[in-house]
């Protein structure tokens, strides 16, 4: 059977290994924790896993800054923990795709630390070095996407060096070819040993305005809902020469060229930009360039019907051939059960949402925990970790909310560890634990495989055309058509009863485990349910 395109339209299961198993009850979670519960994911009836960054790190963002792209950091375990993880998910038919955080090493990278020694040593142009403006000051206005300048002056080097996160994330100078030869070499030995694909971290930073250009005047425009909180003024600054440069394009080729000696491999590209969906359609079009492309436009959704229908609007309009990667949680932004849902309705939005997500043109990224509804952690002030959130407290309380210890049982340590985690766990998540919604047909651990299932038996809803239709003001409605398949998708993501005139309709679809009625061909779709028809 051909497997070369798994990924398309595939569901892939995102892992934060910090918190999803601690095997050696250090407190963190780790290789052979998500070795131990790979069975598990494999019930959920998923394509594949995705593996937030295991590599050897300081840590400073939690393994976003690599001190060596080649090796497993010991809180994690070992390379050979890895080449078993891998052996058992493809034993039980996962995918495996790791995180390639490429665009910025550690400060503590060699090549960092070779190239801040001095302005002429073999690596003095891996990274973007720049002189002070006379003044001393920064050589643009270009800022941190996590706050503050995106420069910081290094008293060796006696140069400003850049960074689009912290501080000891220095940035890559990808317009040296070496630097680009470097990151594809380390990308091979992933693929000689074996994973599936990978997840590229902020795919449209990797290159900068050679002439350092000064970004335009900060502009906030509130009509979109794109990037960080608002609480946090850096994100508003308009990124047009720092970030999505058109060198990019051609990098993504080469990178592709890679990726094709391994056939059935992937590569999904995290995109945060202004215009992501046009940005997606440059990097996945073509079939030459990226595979599928992430963006941030349903992780910072609001709870808006209209906003997601102007969303899929945009991406009607803007995406041609290219093909996304959707996700409404992650280990950056606040879970989508608490961004949208309500105490109220527990499980209901959680899992109409998951419904809708599901139903999109494209392939879907799950975050560990989703299929649980688990709702934002509120993590206490002493207890936060995140370098990002800290500065900006409480105004923008970081992203450790969505990243507290994957609830597995009930008891206080939620079967995660043996010892207090390096996060809390959140006790509002110990009645929604694995082991307490397995048993239970009605949960959400059991809806989420219903979903997934459905999903699989019916192609056109991660294949077909999708076309919008207007419903009504508080109703998301699309057809998906595949061959001589035509699918209605009708979701009600209010908590309001609502109605619908339908088209005429074949045939009602079975087992997606939602209620409503049709009567005088009306839908009658309560609170939080959906509804699928063939038409
Ligand atoms: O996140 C990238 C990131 O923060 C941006 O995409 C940002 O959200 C967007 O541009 C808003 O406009 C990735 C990782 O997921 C995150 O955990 C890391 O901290 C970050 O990169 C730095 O490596």
């Known amino acids: ?81 890895f080449k078993r993880l891998l052996e058992r998910a493809h034993a039980l038919g996962l ?50 996407i996590f706050g503050g300048p995106a420069w910081t002056f290094d008293s060796r080097r006696q140069q400003y060096y850049l960074h689009n996160f912290l501080s000891s994330q220095p940035d890559l100078n990808f317009h040296n070819p070496e630097v680009r030869a470097a990151q594809l070499d380390n990308m091979r030995f992933w693929l000689e040993l074996g ?177 649980l509804g688990l709702p934002e952690a509120d993590v206490p002030f002493e207890r936060i970790q995140d370098p990002y959130g800290l500065p900006l407290w409480p105004d923008f309380k970081g992203r450790d909310g969505c990243r507290t210890p994957m609830p597995w049982d009930d008891t206080p340590l939620a079967g995660f560890s043996t010892i207090e985690p390096w996060l809390p766990v959140a006790e509002p998540h110990l009645p929604l634990s694995v082991a307490r919604q397995q048993e239970d047909p009605e949960s959400m651990l059991n809806a989420t495989r219903r979903l997934l299932r459905f999903r699989h038996q019916h192609p056109a809803l991660f294949d077909g055309d999708m076309e919008l239709l207007e419903l009504g003001e508080a109703l998301v409605a699309f057809t998906r058509e595949r061959g001589s398949d035509k699918l209605l998708c009708v979701f009600n993501l209010t908590g309001q009863p609502q109605t619908a005139a339908l088209p005429e309709i074949r045939e009602a679809l079975q087992e997606h485990g939602f209620q409503y009625e049709v009567s005088g061909g009306t839908l009658h779709l309560p609170p939080y349910q959906a509804a699928y028809f063939r038409l």
């Not at 990924?7 to 963190?28: A, E």
């Open 1 to 81: 059977q051909d497997n070369t395109f798994w990924w398309r339209g595939g569901v892939i299961y995102q892992i934060y290994p910090r918190s999803f198993m601690d095997s050696n009850g250090d407190g963190v979670g780790d290789l052979p924790g998500v070795t131990e519960r790979l069975e598990y994911v494999a019930s959920l009836g998923v394509d594949g896993i995705w593996l937030s960054p295991f590599f050897t790190s300081p840590m400073r963002d939690f393994g976003y800054d690599i001190s060596d792209y080649r090796g497993v950091d010991p809180l994690f375990g070992t390379l050979d923990d």
């Open 195 to 371: 994973v599936d694909g990978f997840r590229l971290d902020t795919v449209n930073f990797y290159f900068h305005d050679q002439h350092l250009r000064s970004n335009p005047a900060l502009t906030i425009d509130a009509t979109r809902t794109m990037g960080a909180p608002k609480e946090n003024p850096y994100t508003w600054q308009r990124h047009v020469y720092d970030i999505s440069r058109p060198e990019n394009v051609d990098f993504l080729r080469e990178l592709r060229a890679l990726m094709d000696e391994y056939p059935g491999t992937t590569t999904v590209g995290e995109i945060g930009d202004d215009t992501p969906l046009e940005r997606m359609a440059e990097y996945t079009s073509g079939g030459d360039k990226l595979h599928m492309a992430y963006t941030f436009d349903l992780l910072n959704s609001p709870r808006s019907p209209d906003y997601i229908r102007g969303v899929l609007q945009r991406f009607q309009q803007f995406a041609g051939d290219a093909w996304p990667c959707w996700a409404l949680s992650n280990h950056d932004v606040v879970r989508s059960a608490t961004r949208w849902g309500s105490e109220e309705c527990a499980f209901a939005y959680p899992r109409v949402a998951l419904a809708l997500l599901f139903s999109l043109r494209g392939s879907v990224c799950l975050y560990q925990g989703e299929e």
């Open 95 to 144: 995918k495996v795709i790791i995180d390639q955080v490429i665009s910025h090493t550690s400060d503590q990278h060699p090549w960092f630390q070779e190239s801040r020694m001095n302005r002429d040593n073999p690596r003095a142009e891996w990274f973007v070095w720049a002189d002070p403006n006379p003044d001393g000051t920064p050589p643009n206005n270009w800022l941190s």
